[in-house]
């Protein structure tokens, strides 16, 4: 008899080529990277965050969320075993009723977003698409069994880095500074901040940019990434 499958989707990352397993500062940068990037890809394509503050070139470190709680990403379980794998938990959606369905549909969009632009890597056309693609969709798509389906149906990705990419983003990991917010642009001379609401699929996507190089370049140039830790598919 066969177990039956968990309520709600469980992403899944993996870095195959991640040399630094049990060095906790290297695991915190990989989750501070994976946080951002989600953090900014659900203000991208989530209503009700369009008075947040974005800067306007790049984003730095920094130890606050702009979304409410009900819209964070959890971590599930980290596997420090090679490979490095961290799985995340979507909260509350098995349990969903009312107004708690209508929150876990907006959790199901933000990570079925989240997702495709992991999947996009470093091609910037691609993650803009993806953002564009999931910040048009329509309110009837945002029931929370055609998400989940949506995320089920994502198969193994991998996505790679050609190796300037890994030098540079190494190269950036060592200028980080570590008790920054979101950066402020005008602070390096780059710019303002503004509000995300003024900003476009690609404009997210450019903001994108930088991080997602840093989580390839410390990830070893590769990641695998599923939409549900349970629809992976089987070794050949």
């Given at each position: 008899?066969?177990?039956?499958?968990p309520a709600a989707p469980s992403p899944l990352v993996r870095f195959?080529?991640?040399?630094?397993?049990?060095?906790?500062?290297?695991?915190?940068?990989?989750?501070?990277?994976?946080?951002?990037?989600?953090?900014?890809?659900?203000?991208?394509?989530?209503?009700?965050?369009?008075r947040v503050r974005m800067p306007s070139t790049r984003l730095g470190?920094?130890?606050?969320?702009?979304?409410?709680?009900?819209?964070?990403?959890?971590?599930?379980?980290?596997?420090?075993?090679?490979?490095?794998?961290?799985?995340?938990?979507?909260?509350?959606?098995?349990?969903?009723?009312?107004?708690?369905?209508?929150?876990?549909?907006?959790?199901?969009?933000?990570?079925?977003?989240?997702?495709?632009?992991?999947?996009?890597?470093?091609?910037?056309?691609?993650?803009?698409?993806?953002?564009?693609?999931?910040?048009?969709?329509?309110?009837?798509?945002?029931?929370?069994?055609?998400?989940?389906?949506?995320?089920?149906?994502?198969?193994?990705?991998?996505?790679?880095?050609?190796?300037?990419?890994?030098?540079?983003?190494?190269?950036?990991?060592?200028?980080?500074?570590?008790?920054?917010?979101?950066?402020?642009?005008?602070?390096?001379?780059?710019?303002?901040?503004?509000?995300?609401?003024?900003?476009?699929?690609?404009?997210?996507?450019?903001?994108?940019?930088?991080?997602?190089?840093?989580?390839?370049?410390?990830?070893?140039?590769?990641?695998?990434?599923?939409?549900?830790?349970?629809?992976?598919?089987?070794?050949s």
């Amino acid at each position: 008899m066969t177990s039956p499958r968990p309520a709600a989707p469980s992403p899944l990352v993996r870095f195959p080529s991640f040399t630094d397993l049990g060095d906790l500062n290297s695991l915190s940068i990989v989750i501070q990277d994976l946080s951002i990037i989600y953090d900014v890809t659900a203000v991208a394509v989530l209503p009700g965050y369009g008075r947040v503050r974005m800067p306007s070139t790049r984003l730095g470190p920094r130890r606050w969320s702009p979304l409410r709680a009900e819209d964070r990403l959890k971590v599930k379980r980290v596997s420090l075993a090679s490979p490095l794998e961290i799985v995340f938990f979507l909260a509350g959606l098995s349990t969903a009723v009312g107004s708690g369905a209508i929150a876990g549909s907006r959790v199901l969009r933000a990570v079925k977003a989240w997702v495709d632009v992991l999947a996009a890597g470093v091609d910037l056309d691609q993650r803009e698409q993806a953002l564009e693609e999931n910040r048009a969709l329509a309110p009837e798509r945002l029931r929370e069994a055609q998400l989940s389906n949506a995320l089920r149906e994502q198969q193994l990705r991998r996505v790679t880095a050609e190796a300037d990419i890994i030098e540079r983003a190494r190269n950036e990991i060592l200028g980080l500074h570590g008790d920054s917010e979101y950066e402020s642009a005008s602070s390096r001379g780059v710019g303002v901040h503004r509000d995300a609401g003024s900003l476009t699929s690609i404009d997210f996507a450019e903001l994108l940019d930088e991080p997602m190089q840093r989580l390839l370049g410390y990830g070893g140039g590769e990641l695998e990434v599923v939409g549900d830790e349970y629809d992976e598919p089987e070794p050949s």
